[in-house]
């Protein structure tokens, strides 16, 4: 077992309290995270899908954009931004000239501007594409003194209203909302990366231990490391982006046309807008499925994926066990005669080449809050 | 008392006349958090001192699991296959994962006793 750790890792504001809490820190995306608790990968993700699990997300890029409008946010990415209503968050993606997928990311609007939430391994490239593209008058401000937790699972929405007061409970999903507590401001969005109802809130460095201790002290509340963040977002079929998708993939082959919107599409305006438009009129070469094996062995990511005569027909990209499955399940790509779901391949795992089916996402059925 | 022995690859060896009981230690399960699959070799077949005989996956990620000794495969452990958490629960009792008939007997002489394996693990920080 190597045990090397790197020394250069930064920290979250939460690393001390991850460290007196047993948790297993392990580098990622430059951090050093925890990546399980006492309690173990498989019951952190079923505490989660049962009651509220906690989970630090600090190491994500949270950017300030100053002075740039929606408009000039359309030109780099597909997503409807200029109709995104104040107080409202939007998933899309940040594409490079080919139409390629630079980073996945959350565009906010709140009443003092826009901001983005990119992922941690790409925030610091991010920063630099869009002050590029932007040009000089934009500000764009990677916010490093603010902590981000979430709070996700079917109590995360009755947790967090005890703890910071009613109202959160009926946030629309992908709403945001600041709200007061003695002594800070936080900036809550009902939102997450589990498929489960959630929350990711934003919180000063300085009072994140504080604001996460009040958390974790509600007893429907474990903290849950970054395995089970994976196994979790893997059960929902969302995108990690490194592996699922990245400056080779498109929207469309990545199952992602769903965020080009309409008028988008119409006007033709975004990166990559005549590869991109010409593969959702045409269909991609490759798409991204779930694959769900027939046996117990899991596929993991760069396993090679076959039909069943043996033949090269794509790639695992993500892929382990499912805890609320007890089986295995993966993602990737393969081509789009391949794709639809039911339809017989194989993934070799350890040279041995083992059947499995195309499977629809999510593995598990999303449960996010529509309102009651 | 039968002689126990441990490698470096934390895996230990239990001697039963001709045949070795091999499984993962408890240190090597707690490393690799919960086990979810366990693949494990044909009786019949042969495994070769520090080759691999199995291959155990975890929540994150797979290993492989060295046969400590060379001989024939034995048996081998179908309830760990049937449910992989026996290993996390009891390595060195249940969670077993295969016997084998030992080509020579001096085989487990070069492997650390328990106070040389539990010195070697307390290095690892």
Known sequence: MDLDKPTDLRRTPLHALHVARGAKMVPFAGYEMPVQYPAGIIAEHLHTRAAAGLFDVSH??????????????????PGDIEGLPEARMRYTLLLNDDGGIVDDLMAIRFAGGLRLVVNAATKDNDVVYLRARLGPGAGVELLDDLALLALQGPQAAAVLARVVGPGVETMPFLSCAPVERPGMTLFVARSGYTGEDGFEISVVAERAVEFAELLLAEPEVMPIGLGARDTLRLEAGL???GHDIDETTTPVAAGLAWTIAKRRRQEGDFPGARRILRELADGPARRRVGIRPDGRAPA???SAVVDPA??????????????????????????????????????????????????????????????? | ?????????????????????????????????????????????RVETGK??????????????YAPVSGEVVAVNGAIADDPAKVN????????????????????DGLM????????????G
């Open chain 1, 60 to 77: 994500m890029g949270q950017v300030a954009l100053h002075g740039v409008t929606a408009a000039a946010i359309e030109a780099l990415v």
């Open chain 2, 1 to 45: 008392m039968p002689t126990l022995r441990f490698t470096k690859d934390h895996e230990w060896v239990r001697l039963d006349g001709d045949t070795a009981v091999i499984g993962i230690t408890d240190y090597a399960q707690q490393q690799l958090g919960d086990i979810v699959y366990v693949e494990l070799p044909a009786p019949g077949s």
């Open chain 2, 52 to 65: 691999e005989a199995a291959v155990v996956e975890s929540a994150k990620a797979a290993s492989e699991v």
């Open chain 1, 239 to 241: 995108c990690l982006y």
């Open chain 1, 300 to 302: 993991r990511e760069g």
């Open chain 1, 310 to 372: 043996g033949n090269l027909i794509g790639e695992v990209t993500s892929g382990g066990f499912s805890p609320s499955l007890n089986a295995p399940i993966a993602m990737g790509y393969v081509a789009r005669s391949y794709s639809d779901p039911g339809t017989a391949l194989a993934t070799v795992v350890r040279d041995v080449a083992r059947p499995a089916r195309v499977s629809p996402l999510p593995f598990v059925p999303t449960r996010y809050y529509r309102g009651n």
């Open chain 2, 89 to 108: 629960a009891d390595p060195m009792g249940d969670g077993w994962f295969l016997t084998v008939k030992l080509d020579d007997l001096k085989a487990l």
């Open chain 2, 113 to 124: 006793d328990e106070a040389a394996y539990a010195a070697f693990v307390a290095e690892q």
